[in-house]
Nanobody, 123 residues
Framework: VQLVESGGGWVQPGGSLRLSCEIS????????MAWHRQAPGKERELVAA??????????KDSVSGRFSISEDKNGKTVSLKLQMNRLRSDDSATYYC???????????????WGQGTQVAVSS
């Protein structure tokens, strides 16, 4: 499974960004898809997750109501999105998409990762 992220950048507080992750390869191995982030000096944390081709989603409390995870199917690839609204300075981090062969509720280790895309929120 290959993952390639795009869409990061700089935005002022209160602004919006949309991240994308193109997922290709053995899609049948993917059950859960998720966005993680890691800020400098902090541990990586799960931000949002969803079931591939399903409606189940999960959000970290601090982003619930501001972020939205979704997917589009394009032939043999899946495009995972993260719409981020009302961004705050504490959302600044490197964002990674990842996939898991288990469901997001039970996934203990994500199998495949993208290279990361940086998000900077500042005035």
């Amino acid at each position: 499974v290959q993952l390639v992220e795009s869409g990061g950048g700089w935005v002022q507080p209160g602004g919006s960004l949309r991240l994308s992750c193109e997922i290709s390869g053995d899609i049948y191995r993917v059950n859960a898809m998720a966005w993680h982030r890691q800020a400098p000096g902090k541990e990586r944390e799960l931000v949002a997750a969803k079931t591939r081709a399903g409606s189940g989603t999960w959000y970290k409390d601090s982003v619930s109501g501001r972020f939205s995870i979704s997917e589009d199917k394009n032939g043999k690839t899946v495009s995972l999105k993260l719409q981020m609204n009302r961004l705050r300075s504490d959302d600044s981090a490197t964002y990674y998409c990842a996939t898991c062969s288990a469901g997001w509720a039970v996934c203990t280790e994500y199998d495949f990762w993208g290279q990361g895309t940086q998000v900077a929120v500042s005035s």
